[in-house]
């Protein structure tokens, strides 16, 4: 055998296990995109149910917000009925029932007067570092010292 041929036989040898190498690893790859095509398939089965599922929240949430703006609108009328009443009420009655009040309290103490038996009130009394001072006492002025 030649030097050629030997360099020939090694060069076949080594596209031999160059072909092998890449025969193993194309048919990895094969087997990864087989596994990565049914991984997506079975994400696909489950995530069309689950959107659906999720567009019905969706529209069963929006229902509940409107019916919840119709009643807030109705507690908002209602609130301000109600507000326009008690100032109607209020000024209406309001006026009248202190006047009629007034009257009666002013009724109840001339009517009754002054009891015989029941003493008269002490007068108030003011402390002035460390004295007690009757208001009816004339208080110097400060500023002035005799």
Known sequence: MSGGEVAGILVAVFWAILVSF??????????????TTRLVADV???AVPLLADASAAVRSAQTQIDRVDAI????QEVTSNASALSTTVASTFG???????AFGYGVRRAL???KDDVPARE??????????????EKRKPRGKRD
């Open 22 to 35: 890449l025969a193993v690893a194309l048919a990895r790859l094969a087997q990864t995109l087989r596994a």
């Open 72 to 75: 807030a609108t109705d507690v």
């Open 112 to 114: 009754g007067g002054r």
């Open 44 to 46: 696909t089965e489950q």
């Open 123 to 136: 007068p108030r009394r003011t402390v002035i570092v460390g004295r007690t001072v009757s208001r009816r």
């Open 95 to 101: 006026g009248p029932l202190v006047k009629v009040a």
